[in-house]
């Protein structure tokens, strides 16, 4: 099992400090390696999965917050500027100081960038796959608008589906994806029953009713 580094050990420290705890609960065996998949839900996923999940585990993070230039142009070009409306020579100046730290956060954080160009994504598979057949888990937000706060998500990336082909290609074995799902009001990280493509099934036959599948548990806390 993957450790993280000290840098994201001390950070989640500081922030358990300050949040509500969230307990881990689950009526089931979570098995190893396997895919854990949470809704985004405007960043609320990931920072309170992250905080208090108690094991290490490899995130799928967008590519751009990985690299100093390509975050930098990011916070500037989009995240400052069109969402929250600041001026250009604001969002610079706070794109300056907030992106060395996010990305040598994620580095400690071991996190897996994920491309969205098609002819890059098959990096993300290929290290989502190393990690997985070293017996790590692997955790993802797949929701399409990941800065929507509604209750039920909408739609959700199918990409992820495709690490089953190449695992089982591998292993023989079919690649479970654990859905997780938040309740705030207990304030429980609610895991669920693994989630496996069936034998005997064509892997496209079965792929959109797994989409459903995984889209529906991931907003239920009955999963």
């Not at 994504?121 to 929701?143: M, W």
Request: hydrophobic share 40%.
């Amino acid at each position: 099992m993957s450790e993280y580094g000290r840098l994201f050990k001390a950070v989640r420290g500081v922030v358990r400090w300050f949040t509500p705890q969230y307990r881990i609960r689950t009526d089931h065996d979570l098995p190893t390696p396997s895919v854990m998949l949470c809704r985004h839900n405007n960043l609320t996923g990931p920072r309170i999965v992250m905080t208090w999940l108690p094991h290490a585990v490899r995130t799928w993070v967008f590519h751009v917050f990985m690299d100093r230039v390509t975050c930098y142009r990011h916070y500037v070009g989009y995240t400052f500027t069109q969402r929250f409306r600041w001026s250009t020579w604001k969002a610079a100046i706070a794109a300056k100081m907030l992106t060395p730290f996010v990305v040598n956060v994620l580095d400690s954080m071991r996190a897996i960038p994920v491309y969205r160009n098609s002819m890059e994504s098959f990096k993300t598979i290929k290290e989502t796959l190393r990690a997985l057949l070293s017996g790590e888990q692997v955790l993802i937000f797949p929701d399409v608008n990941y800065t929507s706060t509604d209750k039920e998500v909408r739609s959700i990336y199918e990409g992820f589906l495709y690490l089953e082909r190449y695992y089982y290609s591998k292993t023989g074995k079919h690649l479970p994806f654990i859905p997780i799902y938040l309740d705030h009001d207990r304030k429980e990280i609610i895991f669920g029953e693994a989630i496996c493509f069936a034998d005997g099934i064509d892997f496209y036959e079965q792929k959109e009713s797994m989409l459903d599948l995984i889209a529906h548990k991931i907003n239920s806390p009955n999963n």
